[in-house]
Antibody, heavy 122, light 108 residues
Framework: QVQLQESGPGLVKPSGTLSLTCAVS?????????WSWVRQTPGKGLEWLAE???????NYNTPLRSRITISVDKSKNQFSLNLSSVTAADTAVYYC???????????????WGEGTTVTVSS | EIVLTQSPGTLSLSPGETATFSCRAS???????LAWYQQTPGKAPRLLMY???TRATGIPDRFSGSGSGTDFTLTITRLEPEDFAVYFC?????????FGQGTKLEIK
């Protein structure tokens, strides 16, 4: 059973970079899963940001593509999100999420971390 | 991107009643890759249904999903106290994955 746990600073200054890590347990980061980040705000609701496969393949939410870096660390069995040039609009609860990867079939986002609140403020 | 519109915004019902949630997509959802999630305050969303009508592991048969193309429905029969929460639909048939704005199910 895959389990996910987010970690990272709860406060980031405007124009800075938000950096979060998701520790994966119960499965190898190199197993057949896509690893995603989703955020939630009261105003915009749930917003899928990006996902990565252990091979390095990625998918992004296009409007945020230029500000997002998503990566996998196989040695630590974790994946990370960097979001640059943050503003107050990036204040949200950030979730790491996984879904199975399969040939010719799309699986849903089925395992969620508990979420971590990030506030952008000076 | 596919925009998902959920209705109603709030549903007020009593335990034992049947809840019906609607999710309409701005364009056809590929292969009906449409999921439903339940979220209670302070918790992460929990997967209820996927591929429009398949229950996720451990979800009771009081929950059912239907629909195809652009119109989807989640139905919960015999409402129990723990069912009162916010429900989201989400399409994952194409990138970017998108979510509806949610429907709040509240106790009448």
């Amino acid at each position: 059973q895959v389990q996910l746990q987010e970690s990272g600073p709860g406060l980031v200054k405007p124009s800075g970079t938000l950096s979060l890590t998701c520790a994966v347990s119960g499965a190898s980061i190199s197993s057949s899963h896509w690893w995603s980040w989703v955020r939630q705000t009261p105003g915009k609701g749930l917003e899928w940001l990006a996902e990565i496969y252990h091979s390095g393949s990625t998918n992004y939410n296009t409007p945020l593509r230029s500000r997002i870096t998503i990566s996998v660390d196989k040695s630590k069995n974790q994946f990370s999100l960097n979001l640059s040039s943050v503003t107050a609009a990036d204040t949200a609860v950030y979730y790491c999420v996984s879904r199975l990867a399969g040939p010719n079939y799309y699986y849903p986002l089925d395992v969620w971390g508990e979420g971590t609140t990030v506030t952008v403020s000076s | 991107e596919i925009v998902l519109t959920q209705s109603p915004g709030t549903l007020s019902l009593s335990p034992g009643e049947t809840a019906t949630f609607s999710c309409r997509a701005s364009q056809s959802v590929s292969n009906n890759f449409l999921a439903w999630y339940q979220q209670t305050p302070g918790k992460a969303p929990r997967l209820l249904m996927y591929a429009a009508s398949t229950r996720a592991t451990g979800i009771p048969d009081r929950f059912s999903g239907s629909g195809s193309g652009t119109d989807f429905t989640l139905t919960i029969t015999r409402l129990e106290p723990e069912d009162f929460a916010v429900y989201f639909c989400q399409q994952y048939g194409g990138s970017p994955f998108t979510f509806g704005q949610g429907t709040k199910l509240e106790i009448k």
